[in-house]
């Protein structure tokens, strides 16, 4: 068999990202011995993209937010679809997770009393991110770098060598996890970029932390690692993904030049007072607010604009609906002829805000216009439009211990599913990644505790082994096939025009179709060259999981047949309270993807508690609502009061 | 739109290379990564180039473009006369992995020897209070998307690996900086700033600023306000009377993972 280098640790993480970094971190605080596998550099995963912050319910700029109304605001988000469980747990834990943060390092913005700031958002019934201008991301990646190499001077000064309880392979992909003859996790194979070489990580425990799918869509804000990795490498393993058909759009990217389609233009422009326009001008926003949420945003654009000073006597504008809102009310303005010049709409801040501010506040978005577009966001609308931007659908996990089905095998942050529900809330994303980063952390430190006599060490079979091996190289030494690069362009096609933010049966149908010709094409690519940093042989192989998960995105959007958060159906335009009951679960049967559903678990009294009987019956089934007059739970804080309604 | 531009790109690995010529689409409104990606796509699948967000937020596609340290995806088209040849070559103060891709380890390595954030252990969860005027400092340096630019530009290093021990370079002196005024760090970073990690070997010609894709100014808002405080220490009398008198009780903090020299 080919050479496999072998090593040897408690847990693999699969990804250095927000969540990734935050679980090797509890591992190795928790004494496991810990590898991070890293498909880039260290400290350059997708999480240094996020700019908008941190939702965690401090109370420093609005004393009277707490993880209730946070709680609540993501439930709203994600139209009662979310895991009520985790967004318990990211309610609660966040605030911590992000003082923490501070406490390693990092430097987020204050307010006038020395405390973190935090700003508005979307969704979000107070100002409730923390940040640091807009790049929240990066310092979020430095922070958790920074304390990776911290325990790693910890653990040189003990044990001589700083890699000796936590390691960084940088540039390294995971192809295939194994398994022991028991079904449980035995480690996972991948090659080294820098020289193609293979290696298999023995491990009893995997935490996923991969990410997202973007790479499946053609304009995406997501970074060319989003290939659907830790989605593929899970349903591989046996495990399942829970909800797939939930794809956000984030309704605010560069639309021009076209070689930045989908560039992010970060939600705080609007938090901070920029406002959606049509080619007539007029802030289209106000004719699209529906009605779950009609009691809780302005009517009028005077009421709008007082919100910015006086948030307590005034509802909050429309721009700032959950995200999935804001996208569907651009695709139909553009598609009503009133789009700007490039097929967007205007976004201004520039008659809005003075030129100071913005340059202060939105760094970033001005630099990036600037030299990307020629465009001074300080004088001028900018044109902006939906793109993929995140997939709410992931592995199912425990709530409390981030395990997924597979023993062994856990996953926290965006590859993981349930969090978010049908559509995440901005800023709800870097808390998820460290509040669950955390929990995954503990959950594989304990359950490596758990196993005993030989079970400490479960070994893959050579069998297996072999099959991974001749799985990656045979892109390689097969010649004649297709390029992988067509072959992944055109998925991204069928996925963006067929399966995108509006959804038809017929067409996902023949998306399906389509997939099914491309799943074949995937699997007959070559790639010319060496084994050595070659990027052609390296797209050849994530096409397996970038095909695997369109597969059941499709197939999810096609079950489902209703509207709700990043799930549009122009055939069935309402939202229903029957498929609210529904979770749809992908798994593998053989090398097919199936789907079954599997009914939602009731919502803890405590929490329907939270929400005034009326909400929920506008998302919830009769059966499932609460008595005509529920008591609140003593222990319970009495839900805010509603603004002015 | 459609207009073919010559690309001439450094291909090769550690052993040895040569810069080959390659004729490929550009369109309005790209970036040199754009055309990049055409031509792997297009015609040389296994082209060695390293990125990952192409928004200059992470800090991967950096190389040499016509000789000057820059982003791939931040360095439009449109600076180009339509018929220039555009030269396209691997950092040069690192060894060559493959084709545009460098080895950027020696940078880990520095980052991993800079003793790390040291809060007073007293200050519990949620009660740091600090003042946004006195963060902003190093929330500048903290803007640093590690693209190593600097660090390639740099003329100590650059050309001199015989220098690589003794200097850590712009981007972990301006760490070193970023730590020093960080308002909740109480480490002493200022000897080892000059012994370990050779602050003096930098004369101030700003070319790190010059190539910064974040426009940090790094000589004069860290580099020089970090040489200030070490000759501040080491010349103070009193700083010096007090070294002598008591028994190093503010002992300097040493180098992460190695002994001082």
Redesign the interface.
């Known amino acids: 068999m080919t050479d496999i280098e072998r090593l040897g640790y408690d847990v693999v993480v699969i990804g250095a990202g927000g969540s990734g970094l935050r679980a090797a971190i509890e591992a190795r605080l928790a004494g496991k011995k810990t590898a991070v596998i890293s498909k880039s550099l260290f400290g350059k995963a997708h999480t240094v993209m996020a700019e908008g912050g941190a939702a965690a319910a401090m109370g420093n700029v609005n004393p009277n937010d707490n993880w209730q109304v946070h709680f609540r605001d993501t439930m709203r988000g994600g139209k009662f679809m979310n895991n009520w469980r985790m967004a318990e747990l990211h309610a609660r834990e966040a605030p911590d997770r992000v003082w923490e943060l501070e406490a390693w390092g990092a430097l987020f913005d204050r307010t006038p009393d020395g405390k973190i700031s935090q700003r508005n958002f979307g969704g979000h019934e107070y100002p409730r991110l923390a940040h640091v201008g807009d790049r929240t991301g990066l310092e979020m990646i430095r922070t958790l770098q920074q304390k990776v190499v911290a325990l790693q001077q910890e653990d040189a000064r003990e044990h001589g060598d700083p890699e000796a309880m936590i390691k960084v392979f940088a540039e390294t992909t995971i192809t295939r996890l194994v398994k022991d003859a028991g079904g449980r996790i035995a480690g996972a194979f991948g090659y080294i970029r820098e020289n193609g070489r293979f290696v298999l990580f023995e491990a009893p425990a995997v935490i996923l932390a991969t990410g997202g799918i973007g790479k499946t869509f053609k304009i995406t804000s997501n970074s060319w690692e989003y290939t659907g990795d830790g989605h593929a490498l899970a349903l591989l393993a046996g495990a399942t993904l829970l909800n797939m058909e939930f794809v956000q759009f984030h309704p605010t990217h560069m639309v021009w030049p076209l070689s930045v389609a989908g560039l992010l233009v970060t939600e705080s422009v609007r938090g901070d007072g920029g406002v959606l326009r049509n080619s007539e001008g007029k802030r289209f926003m106000f004719g699209y607010v529906p009605d779950v949420f009609r009691a809780q945003y302005a009517e009028t654009e005077e009421e709008g604009d007082r919100w910015y000073t006086d948030p307590d006597h005034n509802r909050r504008p429309p721009e700032l609906l959950p995200r999935d809102e804001v996208a569907r009310s651009i695709n139909a303005e553009v598609k009503a002829g009133r789009g700007s010049p490039h097929g967007g709409v205007f976004l201004d801040i520039a008659s809005r805000r003075p030129a100071e501010e913005i340059l202060r506040k939105l760094p970033s978005m001005y630099h990036q216009f600037k030299e990307l577009a020629d465009v001074d966001i300080t004088k001028e609308p900018m044109e902006v439009g939906p793109a993929q931007h995140y997939v709410m659908g992931g592995v199912e996990v425990d709530p409390d211990t981030a395990a997924a089905i597979v023993p062994g095998l856990f996953a926290a942050g965006e590859v993981s599913g349930g969090m978010h529900g049908s559509n995440r809330l901005g800023g709800n994303s870097l808390s998820d990644l460290v509040v669950f980063g955390r929990r995954a952390g503990i959950g594989a430190a304990e359950y490596l505790d758990s196993l005993e006599g030989a079970g400490r060490r479960p070994a893959a079979s050579d069998a297996d082994l072999a099959v991974a091996v001749a799985e990656a190289l045979a892109p390689l030494e097969r010649s004649g096939g297709e390029n992988p690069y067509a072959v992944h362009s055109e998925v991204q096609q069928t996925m963006s025009s067929l399966v995108g933010i509006i959804r038809r049966e017929d067409e996902i149908k023949s998306a399906l179709a389509e997939l099914e010709k491309l799943r074949e094409r995937a699997a007959q690519v070559s790639a010319a060259g060496g084994a050595a940093y070659n990027p052609g042989w390296h797209l050849a192989l994530d096409l397996r999981n970038i095909v695997l998960i369109a597969d059941c995105v499709a197939q999810a959007a096609l079950e489902r047949q209703e509207s709700r958060g990043g799930h549009t159906r122009d055939d069935f335009p309402g939202m229903s309270p029957e498929w609210r009951n529904v979770n749809l679960i992908c798994s593998l049967d053989g090398d097919r993807v199936s789907l079954r559903r599997q009914p939602m678990i009731p919502m803890r009294d405590d929490l329907l508690g939270l929400f005034d009987r009326a909400e929920l019956s506008k998302y919830l089934t009769d059966d499932e609502l609460p008595p005509a007059a529920p008591a609140a739970p003593a222990d319970q804080a009495p839900p805010a009061s509603e603004e002015t309604s | 739109m459609g207009e073919k531009v010559t690309l001439r790109i450094w291909r090769g690995?550690a052993g040895q290379g040569a810069l080959t010529d390659y004729q490929v689409e550009a369109?309005?409104?790209?970036?040199i990564l754009?055309v990049l990606h055409r031509l792997?796509?297009?015609q040389a699948?296994?082209?060695?180039?390293?990125?990952?967000?192409?928004?200059?937020?992470?800090?991967?596609c950096s190389m040499e473009i016509n000789g000057r340290p820059r982003l791939a995806c931040?360095t439009?088209m449109s600076i180009f006369e339509p018929a220039e040849t555009i030269t396209l070559t691997p950092m040069r103060t690192f060894p060559v992995?493959?084709?545009l891709?460098t080895?950027?380890s020696f940078n880990?390595a520095k980052?991993?020897e800079i003793?790390?954030?040291t809060?007073d252990p007293s200050?519990q969860?949620?009660e740091?209070?600090?003042?946004?005027v006195d963060?902003q400092r190093?929330?500048e340096f903290?803007?640093c998307?590690?693209c190593f630019l600097c660090q390639d530009t740099c003329h100590v290093i650059r050309d001199h690996p015989e220098n690589e021990r003794a200097f850590a370079g712009p981007r972990f002196l301006m760490r070193i900086a970023e730590?020093e005024m960080?308002p909740a760090?109480t480490a002493d970073r200022r000897s080892i700033a000059q012994d370990d990690f050779g602050l003096g070997y930098c004369n101030i010609t700003k070319c790190c600023t010059e190539v910064c894709p974040e426009?940090i100014k790094i000589t004069d808002n860290a580099l020089i306000p970090m040489k200030e405080r070490v000759a501040g220490r080491k010349y103070d009398p009193l700083v010096w009377l007090g070294s002598k008198i008591t028994r190093r009780t503010h002992a300097d903090t040493p180098k992460?993972?190695g002994k001082r020299t």
């Not at chain 2, 699948?45 to 991967?60: Q, T």
């Not at chain 2, 740091?128 to 946004?132: G, S, V």
């Open positions: 690995d369109n309005e409104g790209e970036v754009d792997q796509a297009t699948g296994d082209l060695a180039v390293r990125w990952n967000c192409k928004a200059g937020k992470c800090g991967s931040m439009r992995i493959r084709d891709v080895d950027v880990y980052a991993r003793p790390s954030f809060p200050v969860l949620g740091f209070r600090m003042q946004q963060v190093s929330q903290r803007k998307i590690e730590l960080h760090d426009n992460a993972g």
